[in-house]
């Protein structure tokens, strides 16, 4: 396997609000091809780290390496000029307007002073036929397509500017079966175009079909880092609850005593035959 350049490399990052510490020692690295999952219980620290990563916050101290250069993001414009974007939860797309007009809003290409829109067409295909995209057209206004289109629209607007890494905020939020799997075919698109691509996602089995690494947040720390090829649902959680793996490993041990006798372990309030 060729070694990947490492994208994004978090060392030691802290993070306090008032007298609440949110994020403490967080190590993280993401690398070019990879998709990697950042799951965790809510308040674990999720949200805030996804914010200093793109520079909505300031983190108090550790350090962030970013394509091998040690930087601080002063605000979510110097990230997307570095080559940092971010599709919120909300996706922050105008229903009134085309597809087109929504891949470039607030970079809009001008011939001359008049707004190129041949140009920025061309462009909306071409961003939107990297991601095998399923639009019927780019004239089309948002508050006409579905959900999983919706998404498509806002993950091709993150690719405006050629960003090195994406991250994707619960991505599968309220979609249906198809448009889930719709929007996990987007997201391997952007692995298979060399992207270092993060996911928010409390979906363990959008988790385990699509990323490569999962790292799980508790309590503002590092709580585990899996292979996803590695790790099963019960550890996952687990990891995610706090739940001793000792307590998981007893469990699975029971049930194969159990199995081995030639009947299950009774229950708690059972009893045995």
């Not at 967080?26 to 070019?32: D, F, G, P, Q």
């Not at 597809?99 to 809009?108: D, K, Y």
């Not at 298979?192 to 720390?221: C, E, F, P, T, Y």
Request: contains cysteine; proline residues 3%.
């Amino acid at each position: 396997m060729p070694v990947r350049d490492t994208v994004l490399s978090l060392t030691g990052v802290n993070k306090r609000f008032g007298a609440v510490q949110v994020l403490t020692d967080i190590h993280l690295e993401v690398t070019a091809g990879e998709v990697v999952a950042l799951v965790g219980d809510n308040g674990a620290g999720k949200s805030t780290l996804v914010k200093i990563i793109c520079g909505v916050y300031q983190p108090d101290g550790g350090e962030i390496s970013f394509a091998g250069l040690n930087m601080t993001v002063g605000g979510p414009s110097e990230a997307q000029a570095l080559g940092i974007a971010t599709v919120f939860q909300d996706l922050a797309l105008c229903d009134n307007l085309d597809v087109v007009a929504n891949l470039f809003l607030g970079q809009e290409k001008h011939h001359g002073v008049v707004l190129d829109e041949v140009e920025m067409e061309k462009e909306s295909w071409r961003l939107l036929r990297t991601l095998s995209a399923k639009i019927p057209s780019v004239r089309i206004p948002i508050a006409a397509l579905s959900g999983g289109q919706r998404q498509t629209v806002a993950i091709a607007r993150s690719l405006v500017g050629a960003p090195k890494l994406v991250m994707l905020d619960e991505p599968t939020a309220a979609l249906g079966v198809a448009q889930t799997a719709e929007v996990l075919n987007l997201i391997e698109r952007l692995r298979a175009n060399g992207l270092a691509v993060i996911v928010i996602s409390h979906n363990m089995a959008d988790v385990q079909a699509v990323a490569d690494r999962v790292v799980v947040l508790r309590l503002g720390r590092n709580a585990a880092d899996f292979k996803v090829a590695e790790v099963t649902t019960e550890r996952l959680v687990a990891a995610i609850t706090g739940a001793s793996d000792n307590v998981v490993a007893a469990r699975a041990e029971r049930r194969a005593a159990g199995d081995e006798a030639g009947h299950e372990t009774p229950r708690e309030g059972e009893a045995s035959s």
